[in-house]
């Protein structure tokens, strides 16, 4: 077929198909640079690229040359392939191979084609070998690149037998993989390669199965099953699962110390887990009964525990009865343990944790599968599961579920039909649970027991929802036992799971919006739906649950804070606001969070804060209005009224040192916190006026705690809090009463701050807080230019307006009378510190963006010291922080335009920028990040000053080839697009030079580029590869390979700039030829070292005369391999990392051209230089690096000046050490 | 403001050194005792032993006199104690002999603190031999006192 398209221009003849078979010739193949192998030549550099997108850009002829060898690259990784170098190159070639698409393609068909062929390629690859652990990310690229890359179309023309195949292999390799994953896991190893490779099929899966509307219907649901099997049973404990297990059965149990910053299991496997539940979802039928049986079996086992007897397991799961015998006896053990001591056996510990783990990881596959999250929409239930629901909804017979719920506390199997109902539904968890629950028995801690987990247990899937209510019920009347007595025991990290769950769950299924969904499931929406007794319940249970956690748990500080995120979500949504207001528990939690009783006090400081926040939020909830005003009567009034009573007492400037007032104040200041994070668009209006209330007393507060900074910060982070959450949402005169404040607030700081010293224990950062705050409340105050949701419809805009600049304070106002206090209190020494430097420069960005018009009106030496930390920003600090420096110019320079007035200061500063934004982007290394601001604030100092000769002769100069037109540059957008393209363009081509730019085509020169990360890997030969061309260059002799003509003549051999390489002009490579041969001496050794061109000149001038010196190439570039045992492979990276044959301080002279300007690469190279020098070093690179070269090798520079075939921007210079006539 | 009938001086002669708080709510630059010497919570985190462990908090304190580091770890039910942090501004009136002379809000002159060692207290020295006037701001906790901070008077 592809031999029939136009387009074929290179067809492997029937040689090349032999040699094809055999590795080394294959990978000569791709590296002989004779003529059509240059094609495949860049066909594999493309290939490893990781851009393989580049394909498309190649003309029609070339790329098909892949599609031709990837059979070849097939059959050649399956004989390397022991050699795990070599493999992972041909491995990446096949990835990329795989992900080829464009106008490469002529029609679909061949497409199809192609797919087919590599896919049968692919199969019949895996299917004939074992799998490597080094192979395992390379197949998995492959696979997701294919997936990835080619459309459902083609990937659906496939013929069905081959699609069916290859399903099947990936789902063989998934399950492979992810016990490969799991064992990795256990033995705990660096590399994790099977995880790897096991996300990324995991990631394929998804994009499959997302589209599954393409592919026949339900062919997925098998794979499916298996690879959601698969996942469960690794992270279930044995005999169920193998989690733990290493190869030989050992299960391996470590307690480790397990700090904060470790990630949730839930982050840490979001994107696994994602893939598992959709997966979960497609075979809905299977996993969802499977996940209840696993819960089933897990309220078995606590059922043993209660009842001490044997479980009724075998009903259920005969399979695993075996093991819950097993476990069993442990458990009774443990019980009596636990009557008579409060100590716990290690060996018991160890199996409650194997529990929680299992536990654990059923709640978290439950809750991937049961709802998405995605952040900021609504989230809807997944059409799968409501699918799953409506199915079953025919087969539950809602009378006897609301006789269930009509009757807590009694046991189903005393309602006639009931059971089987459960029975047919699998929801036999339910059963045990309310039997248990209704034993008699003054065991407290058996239904504390029972109520931790029916938590779990009312999670039961969609079809089952009805009878949540139920359950809940009945454990809520059962449950009001002491828990405290086995909190030890139980597991936060499972507390926290359940509260993860049950927040999910409640944002996505309660109270259903049936407008949302086109079919809905009766079940759910008779449960849970609006007005619904069912939903009433789950709110009331829930509550229950955020109640008796914020106080069992008010020591666990993660899950405390996921059960208040919980409550926050019942509330922010007005509907289940409204029914969560109507609980009697939503009250007294108010009231005893407003007392400040125990134990909500007890929280961190940062629960307390959501929790209020939670609170506010309820209270906007609909209610009747006697009902609101007694809600905030209870809520919000005792706050304002003790504090105000507080703060109003006569003597209080006398107590308030003392620690009761103290804490009053700061429970107070948090509790403000909290309100302001509960702004919202419709409740913006009362809560702005009551805190303003708060803000002006607060004033008061920063005089009479002006010597405590703890306090100080807190209130500086009410105001930051404040404008942080509502300035968005002010109209005019409301920002204008909030800037009011801020601006006394900024008084008072700077009265109280100005000249204090003080002796702060605290680390150095810390001390710094206020600061750092007051910067983060004036770049908040001056986000209110960029985002505005206002309305502009407020009462007082149209006075204001006529009354024109007649207001009192304006955000300018305050931001610079803020920058004023600020700007002299950060030093040089505070900008070392990132968080206060990234403040820092974000705040004058912003306001050199806001207000230019201001920056010129600042006292002399405030715009010093701003200009100047501008210029240390550029140039000295991380590329974000000089981004921002680069993006405050632009505007400066406009404003200076505008004015038209020169030898302002402003004026002057920027003509100093302009030479160091030219310099930046044009001498030094940079970011290529950058080049776009560097280029805009360029562009416009540039048009600022252009009028001055000087510098626009020098500009002209260098931007001949840059600006096309020849007409001055003015502001325009079209012409500013037009020059930052051309600078793109003109920075990445002339200047490569010493432009980072150049490391995305060779990674040699920049060590943070290195080969650590796999995917973007550069070409590189293997050792092996390395050996073999070595020994067929050295049989096809000197005149073989790429060059030709004269073999020695300078530029036989190609410039290649993205290596760097510019040779010397004739004259120069003469001279420094001549230079060295008679530093040599008559049978001296000369190295050259990146310096080919002199090499090829020393050899040309050899042949032409009788003095004889041998001479070593040192180079990088595997082109001049040509010249035989003479050239070194050498990589500047590896300085010392040379040929046996090279031994210390042999050669009379060096000479030496680094490739780059880099200090960097200046000293590696220096290393060799020193290695293999007696003592002469001829050094040649830019005249920048004359310190450097002075300072490293203790080289002078020289006079001559050598110049190149073409151009360099940069100018360039010899060093020696020596008395040489280059010197004058 | 300044009330003179009220006693500065014994206006917390009830009031115990320290009282106590659950782990939990201790915060970051907040104080607490550690081995027994009041401290400022530099640093604050939690861990836990295995997956299913409960939250321990690991605290690094310094102390607020003699800038030593302690350190502690405990269960985070546990209760810790919380020294009674106090701060006064006092006018500098005279330096003699290494003590500083304070005059307080009801014209009371003590002179039973030291001058501060290193940077602070050259510093007040050095403002204060050159005229200036200022305030001082001492710390007082769990029985012990010491000058923190200087402020140049506002005029």
Redesign the interface.
């Given at each position: 077929m592809f031999e029939a398209t136009p387009n074929v221009m290179l067809k492997p003849t029937e040689s090349w198909r032999e040699s094809l078979l055999d590795h080394r010739v294959m990978d000569l193949f791709f590296t002989i640079g004779d003529r059509e192998a240059d094609l495949i030549v860049e066909a594999r550099k493309l290939c490893m690229s990781s851009e393989a997108c580049v394909f498309c850009q190649l003309p029609m002829g070339r790329s098909s040359v892949p599609l031709e060898l990837f059979e070849g690259v097939y059959v050649v990784h399956r004989k390397i392939r022991e050699d795990s170098d070599m493999a992972q190159d041909s491995l990446q070639c096949l990835a990329q191979l795989a992900s080829m698409h464009g106008p490469i393609f002529p029609d679909e068909n061949a497409q199809v084609t192609y797919l087919a062929h590599l896919v049968e390629g692919l199969l019949n690859m895996i299917n004939g070998i074992e799998i490597e652990d080094s192979e395992a990310v390379g197949i998995a690229n492959i696979i997701s690149n294919l997936i990835s890359t080619f459309p459902r179309s083609v990937l659906t023309a496939l013929p069905s037998e081959l699609f069916g195949s290859f399903v099947n292999c990936l789902t063989l390799l998934t399950c492979s993989f992810g016990r490969s994953a799991a064992l990795e896991e256990v033995l705990d190893k660096d590399d994790m390669v099977y995880m790897e490779a096991y996300d990324k099929l995991l990631e394929s899966w998804l994009t499959l199965v997302q589209e599954d509307e393409h592919f026949p219907r339900g062919c997925f649901i098998q794979p499916a099953v298996q690879v959601f099997n698969s996942y469960i049973q690794c992270h279930l404990a044995a005999p169920d699962g193998t989690r733990n297990l290493t190869a030989n059965g050992v299960s391996s149990h470590e307690?480790?110390?397990?700090?904060?910053?470790q990630e949730d299991d839930r982050e840490l496997f979001s994107d696994q887990l994602a893939s598992i539940g959709m997966l979960g979802r497609i075979a809905a039928d299977h996993c969802i009964p499977l996940l209840t049986g696993y819960r089933l079996l897990i309220q078995e086992f606590l059922l043993s525990m209660i009842n001490n007897r044997r479980p009724h397991v075998a009903r259920i799961c005969r399979l695993l009865e075996d093991r819950v015998t097993r476990l069993h006896g442990q458990l009774q053990r443990h019980q009596q343990h636990l009557m008579s001591t409060s100590d716990t056996d290690t060996g018991d510990r160890i199996v409650?944790?194997e529990l929680?783990?299992d536990i654990?990881w059923i709640i978290l596959v439950s809750g991937y599968l049961l709802a998405d999250d995605p952040q900021g929409e609504t989230p809807l239930i997944p059409s799968e599961v409501m699918e799953y629901s409506i199915k079953h909804s025919t087969e539950v017979d809602i009378n006897t579920t609301l006789q269930l719920l009509g009757s807590p506390g009694e046991k189903p199997t005393s309602i006639p039909g009931c059971l089987t109902n459960v029975e047919c539904l699998g929801m036999c968890p339910a059963e045990p649970a309310t039997r248990a629950a209704a034993l008699p028995g003054p065991q407290p801690w058996r239904q504390a027991m029972l109520q931790h987990y029916s938590s779990h247990i009312i999670q039961l899937e969609p079809g089952q929802r009805r009878l949540l209510s139920a359950v809940l019920r009945t454990s809520e009347v059962e449950s009001r036992a002491t828990r405290a007595s086995l909190t030890?025991l139980l597991?936060?990290?499972?507390g926290k799971d359940i509260v993860w769950f049950l927040r999910r769950w409640a944002k996505t299924y309660l109270l259903v919006d049936e407008k949302l969904y086109g079919q809905i499931s009766m079940p759910l929406s008779t449960a849970f739906g609006p007005d619904t007794e069912g939903a009433q319940w789950i709110v009331g249970y829930l509550l229950d649950k955020v109640i008796n956690n914020l106080s069992v748990w008010?020591?666990?500080?993660?899950l405390?804070n996921d059960t208040v995120e919980l409550l926050v979500t019942l509330v922010e949504r007005r509907e289940r606001a409204n029914i969560v207001v109507q609980c009697e528990n939503w009250w007294s939690l108010a009231k005893q969070f407003a007392s400040r009783s125990p134990p909500l006090?007890?929280?961190?400081?940062a629960v307390q804060r959501t929790l209020m926040k939670a609170l506010v939020l309820g209270g906007f909830a609909h209610m009747d209005s006697d009902t609101k005003q007694q809600y905030w009567a209870e809520v919000l009034h005792p706050l304002q009224q003790r504090f105000l009573n507080l703060i109003n007492q006569e003597?209080f400037?006398?107590i308030c040192?003392?620690?009761v007032v103290k804490q009053e104040i700061v429970a107070t200041l948090e509790a403000l916190c909290g309100i302001a994070e509960a702004t919202q668009i419709d409740n913006v209006a009362s809560l702005f006026s009551f805190l303003m209330d708060f803000l002006s007393n607060c004033i008061g507060l920063m005089e009479v705690y002006?010597?405590?900074p703890?306090t100080i910060?807190l209130i500086i982070e009410v105001f930051v809090e404040v404008a942080h959450k509502q300035i968005c949402y002010l109209g005019e005169t409301k920002s204008m009463k909030l800037y009011e404040v801020c601006l006394m607030l900024l008084q008072v700081y700077s009265?109280?701050n100005?000249?204090?010293?003080?002796?702060?224990?605290?680390?150095e950062e810390?001390q710094y807080?206020d600061l750092l705050l007051i910067m983060e409340l004036l770049t908040n105050l001056l986000s209110k230019e960029f985002i505005d949701f206002s309305d502009s419809d407020e009462v007082f805009r149209g006075q204001e307006q006529s009354s024109g600049g007649g207001r009192a304070v304006s955000a300018a106002d305050v931001v610079l009378y803020g920058v004023n206090i600020v700007l002299p209190l950060m030093s040089q020494d505070l900008l070392k510190f990132p968080s206060l430097c990234n403040q820092y420069y974000k705040l004058i960005t912003f306001i050199c963006e806001i207000f230019p018009e201001k920056i010129p009106q600042l006292p002399e030496d405030l715009f010093k010291s701003l200009m100047c930390s501008l210029e240390l920003g550029m140039t000295t600090m991380s590329s974000e922080i000089s981004q921002l420096c680069l993006e405050a110019l632009s505007p400066l320079a406009e404003q200076c335009a505008k004015t038209q007035e020169k030898d302002t200061p402003l004026f002057i500063a920027t003509q100093h920028f302009l030479k160091l934004v030219f310099d930046m982007l044009v001498l030094q290394k940079h970011n290529t990040e950058m080049t776009v601001a560097a280029g805009e604030a360029l562009y416009t100092l540039v048009c600022l000053h252009q009028r001055d000769a000087v510098i626009y002769q020098r500009l002209a100069e260098a931007f001949n080839g840059l600006t096309a037109s020849s007409t001055p540059p003015t502001l325009d957008r079209k012409q500013k697009v037009a020059f930052l393209k051309s600078l793109e363009e003109f920075v990445a081509n002339v200047n490569i030079y010493e432009m980072q730019g150049a490391i995305v085509f060779f990674p040699h020169s920049d060590s943070s580029m290195k080969m650590s990360d796999s995917d973007d890997e550069e070409p590189r030969l293997s050792a092996e590869t390395l050996a073999a061309l070595q020994e067929f260059y050295t049989e096809s002799g000197r005149t073989g390979g790429s060059v030709r003509g004269d073999p020695f003549s300078v530029g036989a051999v190609e410039e290649d700039w993205r290596m760097s390489q510019f040779w010397y002009s004739e004259e120069t490579a003469a001279r420094l030829a001549e230079e060295v041969l008679q530093q040599a001496g008559e049978h001296g050794r000369i190295a050259c070292v990146s310096a080919p061109s002199v090499y090829q000149k020393l050899k040309q001038l050899e042949s032409s005369r009788s003095q004889r010196a041998s001479t070593v190439l040192l180079e990088f570039d595997r082109r001049f391999a040509v010249y035989g045992e003479e050239f070194v492979f050498y990589d500047y990276n590896n300085p010392l990392c040379l040929p046996e044959g090279l031994l210390p301080q042999t050669f009379d002279v060096v000479i030496a051209d680094p490739p780059y300007l880099s200090e960097e690469c200046l000293s590696k190279v220096a290393l060799t230089v020193q290695y293999l020098t007696k003592d002469k070093i001829l050094l040649c690179t830019g005249a920048t690096m004359e310190e450097h070269a002075g300072k490293l090798l203790n080289l002078k520079i020289c006079s001559y000046l050598p110049k190149h075939n073409h151009n360099l921007a940069n100018e360039f210079r010899c060093y020696v050490n020596y008395n040489s006539t280059l010197l004058s | 403001m300044a009330d003179t009938d009220l006693d500065f001086t014994s206006g917390d002669a009830g009031a115990s050194a320290t009282f106590p708080m659950q782990c939990s709510a201790l915060r970051k630059n907040g104080f607490v005792v550690l081995k027994g010497r009041p401290c400022k919570i530099v640093e604050m985190s939690t861990s836990k032993t295995g997956k299913h462990g409960h939250a321990k908090v690991h605290m690094v304190g310094i102390d607020i006199f003699t800038n030593k580091k302690y350190e502690d770890i405990c269960p985070s039910t546990h209760n810790m104690d919380v020294p009674n942090i106090k701060r006064n501004d006092y006018q500098l009136v005279d330096i003699s002999e290494g003590f500083l002379s304070l005059m307080m809000d009801n014209g009371d002159v003590r002179e039973d603190l030291r001058v501060p060692e290193g940077d602070l207290g050259k510093e007040i020295e050095s403002k204060f031999s050159a005229g200036e006037e200022m305030l001082v701001t001492v710390l007082s906790a769990m029985g012990e006192e010491s000058a923190v901070a200087l402020k140049p008077m506002t005029k």
């Amino acid at each position: 077929m592809f031999e029939a398209t136009p387009n074929v221009m290179l067809k492997p003849t029937e040689s090349w198909r032999e040699s094809l078979l055999d590795h080394r010739v294959m990978d000569l193949f791709f590296t002989i640079g004779d003529r059509e192998a240059d094609l495949i030549v860049e066909a594999r550099k493309l290939c490893m690229s990781s851009e393989a997108c580049v394909f498309c850009q190649l003309p029609m002829g070339r790329s098909s040359v892949p599609l031709e060898l990837f059979e070849g690259v097939y059959v050649v990784h399956r004989k390397i392939r022991e050699d795990s170098d070599m493999a992972q190159d041909s491995l990446q070639c096949l990835a990329q191979l795989a992900s080829m698409h464009g106008p490469i393609f002529p029609d679909e068909n061949a497409q199809v084609t192609y797919l087919a062929h590599l896919v049968e390629g692919l199969l019949n690859m895996i299917n004939g070998i074992e799998i490597e652990d080094s192979e395992a990310v390379g197949i998995a690229n492959i696979i997701s690149n294919l997936i990835s890359t080619f459309p459902r179309s083609v990937l659906t023309a496939l013929p069905s037998e081959l699609f069916g195949s290859f399903v099947n292999c990936l789902t063989l390799l998934t399950c492979s993989f992810g016990r490969s994953a799991a064992l990795e896991e256990v033995l705990d190893k660096d590399d994790m390669v099977y995880m790897e490779a096991y996300d990324k099929l995991l990631e394929s899966w998804l994009t499959l199965v997302q589209e599954d509307e393409h592919f026949p219907r339900g062919c997925f649901i098998q794979p499916a099953v298996q690879v959601f099997n698969s996942y469960i049973q690794c992270h279930l404990a044995a005999p169920d699962g193998t989690r733990n297990l290493t190869a030989n059965g050992v299960s391996s149990h470590e307690e480790e110390e397990i700090n904060e910053l470790q990630e949730d299991d839930r982050e840490l496997f979001s994107d696994q887990l994602a893939s598992i539940g959709m997966l979960g979802r497609i075979a809905a039928d299977h996993c969802i009964p499977l996940l209840t049986g696993y819960r089933l079996l897990i309220q078995e086992f606590l059922l043993s525990m209660i009842n001490n007897r044997r479980p009724h397991v075998a009903r259920i799961c005969r399979l695993l009865e075996d093991r819950v015998t097993r476990l069993h006896g442990q458990l009774q053990r443990h019980q009596q343990h636990l009557m008579s001591t409060s100590d716990t056996d290690t060996g018991d510990r160890i199996v409650l944790d194997e529990l929680y783990e299992d536990i654990h990881w059923i709640i978290l596959v439950s809750g991937y599968l049961l709802a998405d999250d995605p952040q900021g929409e609504t989230p809807l239930i997944p059409s799968e599961v409501m699918e799953y629901s409506i199915k079953h909804s025919t087969e539950v017979d809602i009378n006897t579920t609301l006789q269930l719920l009509g009757s807590p506390g009694e046991k189903p199997t005393s309602i006639p039909g009931c059971l089987t109902n459960v029975e047919c539904l699998g929801m036999c968890p339910a059963e045990p649970a309310t039997r248990a629950a209704a034993l008699p028995g003054p065991q407290p801690w058996r239904q504390a027991m029972l109520q931790h987990y029916s938590s779990h247990i009312i999670q039961l899937e969609p079809g089952q929802r009805r009878l949540l209510s139920a359950v809940l019920r009945t454990s809520e009347v059962e449950s009001r036992a002491t828990r405290a007595s086995l909190t030890q025991l139980l597991s936060p990290q499972m507390g926290k799971d359940i509260v993860w769950f049950l927040r999910r769950w409640a944002k996505t299924y309660l109270l259903v919006d049936e407008k949302l969904y086109g079919q809905i499931s009766m079940p759910l929406s008779t449960a849970f739906g609006p007005d619904t007794e069912g939903a009433q319940w789950i709110v009331g249970y829930l509550l229950d649950k955020v109640i008796n956690n914020l106080s069992v748990w008010s020591s666990e500080p993660e899950l405390a804070n996921d059960t208040v995120e919980l409550l926050v979500t019942l509330v922010e949504r007005r509907e289940r606001a409204n029914i969560v207001v109507q609980c009697e528990n939503w009250w007294s939690l108010a009231k005893q969070f407003a007392s400040r009783s125990p134990p909500l006090h007890m929280l961190s400081s940062a629960v307390q804060r959501t929790l209020m926040k939670a609170l506010v939020l309820g209270g906007f909830a609909h209610m009747d209005s006697d009902t609101k005003q007694q809600y905030w009567a209870e809520v919000l009034h005792p706050l304002q009224q003790r504090f105000l009573n507080l703060i109003n007492q006569e003597n209080f400037a006398q107590i308030c040192q003392e620690e009761v007032v103290k804490q009053e104040i700061v429970a107070t200041l948090e509790a403000l916190c909290g309100i302001a994070e509960a702004t919202q668009i419709d409740n913006v209006a009362s809560l702005f006026s009551f805190l303003m209330d708060f803000l002006s007393n607060c004033i008061g507060l920063m005089e009479v705690y002006r010597n405590s900074p703890e306090t100080i910060n807190l209130i500086i982070e009410v105001f930051v809090e404040v404008a942080h959450k509502q300035i968005c949402y002010l109209g005019e005169t409301k920002s204008m009463k909030l800037y009011e404040v801020c601006l006394m607030l900024l008084q008072v700081y700077s009265k109280n701050n100005l000249g204090r010293k003080r002796l702060d224990v605290a680390g150095e950062e810390e001390q710094y807080q206020d600061l750092l705050l007051i910067m983060e409340l004036l770049t908040n105050l001056l986000s209110k230019e960029f985002i505005d949701f206002s309305d502009s419809d407020e009462v007082f805009r149209g006075q204001e307006q006529s009354s024109g600049g007649g207001r009192a304070v304006s955000a300018a106002d305050v931001v610079l009378y803020g920058v004023n206090i600020v700007l002299p209190l950060m030093s040089q020494d505070l900008l070392k510190f990132p968080s206060l430097c990234n403040q820092y420069y974000k705040l004058i960005t912003f306001i050199c963006e806001i207000f230019p018009e201001k920056i010129p009106q600042l006292p002399e030496d405030l715009f010093k010291s701003l200009m100047c930390s501008l210029e240390l920003g550029m140039t000295t600090m991380s590329s974000e922080i000089s981004q921002l420096c680069l993006e405050a110019l632009s505007p400066l320079a406009e404003q200076c335009a505008k004015t038209q007035e020169k030898d302002t200061p402003l004026f002057i500063a920027t003509q100093h920028f302009l030479k160091l934004v030219f310099d930046m982007l044009v001498l030094q290394k940079h970011n290529t990040e950058m080049t776009v601001a560097a280029g805009e604030a360029l562009y416009t100092l540039v048009c600022l000053h252009q009028r001055d000769a000087v510098i626009y002769q020098r500009l002209a100069e260098a931007f001949n080839g840059l600006t096309a037109s020849s007409t001055p540059p003015t502001l325009d957008r079209k012409q500013k697009v037009a020059f930052l393209k051309s600078l793109e363009e003109f920075v990445a081509n002339v200047n490569i030079y010493e432009m980072q730019g150049a490391i995305v085509f060779f990674p040699h020169s920049d060590s943070s580029m290195k080969m650590s990360d796999s995917d973007d890997e550069e070409p590189r030969l293997s050792a092996e590869t390395l050996a073999a061309l070595q020994e067929f260059y050295t049989e096809s002799g000197r005149t073989g390979g790429s060059v030709r003509g004269d073999p020695f003549s300078v530029g036989a051999v190609e410039e290649d700039w993205r290596m760097s390489q510019f040779w010397y002009s004739e004259e120069t490579a003469a001279r420094l030829a001549e230079e060295v041969l008679q530093q040599a001496g008559e049978h001296g050794r000369i190295a050259c070292v990146s310096a080919p061109s002199v090499y090829q000149k020393l050899k040309q001038l050899e042949s032409s005369r009788s003095q004889r010196a041998s001479t070593v190439l040192l180079e990088f570039d595997r082109r001049f391999a040509v010249y035989g045992e003479e050239f070194v492979f050498y990589d500047y990276n590896n300085p010392l990392c040379l040929p046996e044959g090279l031994l210390p301080q042999t050669f009379d002279v060096v000479i030496a051209d680094p490739p780059y300007l880099s200090e960097e690469c200046l000293s590696k190279v220096a290393l060799t230089v020193q290695y293999l020098t007696k003592d002469k070093i001829l050094l040649c690179t830019g005249a920048t690096m004359e310190e450097h070269a002075g300072k490293l090798l203790n080289l002078k520079i020289c006079s001559y000046l050598p110049k190149h075939n073409h151009n360099l921007a940069n100018e360039f210079r010899c060093y020696v050490n020596y008395n040489s006539t280059l010197l004058s | 403001m300044a009330d003179t009938d009220l006693d500065f001086t014994s206006g917390d002669a009830g009031a115990s050194a320290t009282f106590p708080m659950q782990c939990s709510a201790l915060r970051k630059n907040g104080f607490v005792v550690l081995k027994g010497r009041p401290c400022k919570i530099v640093e604050m985190s939690t861990s836990k032993t295995g997956k299913h462990g409960h939250a321990k908090v690991h605290m690094v304190g310094i102390d607020i006199f003699t800038n030593k580091k302690y350190e502690d770890i405990c269960p985070s039910t546990h209760n810790m104690d919380v020294p009674n942090i106090k701060r006064n501004d006092y006018q500098l009136v005279d330096i003699s002999e290494g003590f500083l002379s304070l005059m307080m809000d009801n014209g009371d002159v003590r002179e039973d603190l030291r001058v501060p060692e290193g940077d602070l207290g050259k510093e007040i020295e050095s403002k204060f031999s050159a005229g200036e006037e200022m305030l001082v701001t001492v710390l007082s906790a769990m029985g012990e006192e010491s000058a923190v901070a200087l402020k140049p008077m506002t005029k």
